[in-house]
């Protein structure tokens, strides 16, 4: 039995009675739908960006429930269309990472590293059928030299910004597991240390989506705190993720596993009653409304922690049950389109349109992540 958190939650407002009674086929058929929608209506052949590869670590975590090779077989032309690498400067006395950029010298930079998590597992899915690292190996060689190149240099700082967490923290523990080299684990631990000396909130446990949005130099349009959803969501994700790969046995083990539960509690706080979480998360005012992305990341997280013995069902089903409604009834529209996400950004902005027709590739991969966790709750 895994170790449950230590943070207790605070009480939160029932859920409404009128609440629907999932099965497990009908969660699956949401999946298959939300993803349908998406494979039919966009091409696989794109880049190997950040928002295009936080879809694909849905569509494989999909794929774990429903078997769906047609389905699988998107993700791997993607891999193949990108040559199974993120940015392609040869030469590392080239790779940057140090501020914001899309060129194929940004290989350093979270956002062309996220690919790596797929990648990674449409290997190990190669291997388990029988096939061999010779074979197979192509899938992961710019993996290897890239995210060996960054585990053994001597720099910090390389996530300086919180989406980077769930971009790059999982394919830390993604490494470990193919090489055995503690390594990862432990340039994982160096590189998490520095992000939390820049943006991390002790009085919270919640993380400011960089630097320039700390308070109280940054402050939402009241004067509060301005955490963004989808920027901690991608936070609680990354770390369930880590934990996910992670072995008990590592030193710094516990401290992923307090930071996670910290987090959950202070997440599941914040929720509003109709099951969402505001654009920002601690002044609801400042953008007001539903928003799919971070709250299914949210969700993702929270229920990963319940299935798994670090979070006390009994403490977050409430929080589960509301934020199940809203994705799975408001956000999830009856063709399979996944609306009310918040377009590409990096802050809550006041005045800012999301409605039904808002739709993103990252927000189908946060609701495919979340639903999968949610049918492993119910079944």
Not at 11 to 34: C, G, H, M, Y
Not at 112 to 135: H, K, R
Not at 219 to 227: A, E, P, Q, R, T
Not at 277 to 293: I, V, Y
């Amino acid at each position: 039995m895994k170790k449950v958190c230590l943070f207790l939650l605070l009480a939160i407002v029932a859920f409404p009675s009128s609440a629907k009674t999932w099965t497990t086929d009908q969660v699956k058929e949401l999946i298959n739908r939300v993803n349908t929608y998406w494979q039919q209506n966009h091409k696989a052949e794109v880049r190997a960006h950040w928002h295009h590869a936080a879809y694909h670590t849905g569509n494989m975590e999909a794929y774990k429930v429903l078997k769906d090779e047609k389905q699988l077989d998107y993700s791997r032309r993607w891999a193949y269309y990108n040559n199974w690498s993120g940015a392609t400067e040869a030469d590392p006395r080239r790779w940057k990472y140090a501020t914001y950029g899309e060129g194929k010298e940004f290989v350093l930079f979270g956002d062309w590293q996220i690919c790596f998590q797929t990648y990674i597992d449409l290997y190990n899915l190669a291997l388990a059928s029988g096939g061999t690292d010779a074979d197979n190996y192509f899938m992961v060689k710019r993996a290897k030299e890239v995210m060996h190149y960054e585990a053994y240099s001597k720099n910090d700082d390389y996530w300086w910004w919180c989406d980077a967490l769930y971009m790059v923290m999982p394919v830390m523990t993604k490494m470990y597991q193919l090489t055995g080299d503690t390594k990862y684990l432990d340039k994982l631990y160096e590189n998490l240390l520095y992000s939390d000396r820049i943006m991390f909130d002790e009085e919270t446990g919640l993380y400011f989506r960089d630097a320039r949005y700390v308070y109280p130099k940054h402050k939402s349009i009241n004067g509060k705190k301005d955490f963004w959803a989808r920027g901690d969501g991608w936070v609680l994700a990354g770390l369930a993720k880590v934990l996910q790969d992670m072995p008990k046995d590592y030193k710094h083990y516990q401290f992923f596993v307090d930071k996670f539960c910290r987090l959950a509690n202070t997440v599941a706080k914040t929720q509003q009653k109709d099951g969402y979480w505001t654009r920002s998360m601690l002044d609801p005012d400042h953008a007001p409304g539903a928003e799919t992305s971070g709250t299914a990341f949210f969700a993702y997280g929270i229920l990963w922690g319940v299935n798994n013995g670090y979070l006390a069902k009994k403490d977050y089903k409430k929080c589960i049950d509301r934020a199940w409604q809203y994705l799975s009834e408001t956000a999830v529209q009856a063709d399979g389109k996944v609306g009310y996400v918040q377009p590409i950004g990096e802050r809550a902005i006041s005045g800012q349109i999301v409605d039904a027709d808002s739709q993103a590739n990252f927000g189908v991969g946060a609701m495919l992540l979340a639903a999968c966790e949610y049918y492993r709750y119910i079944k």
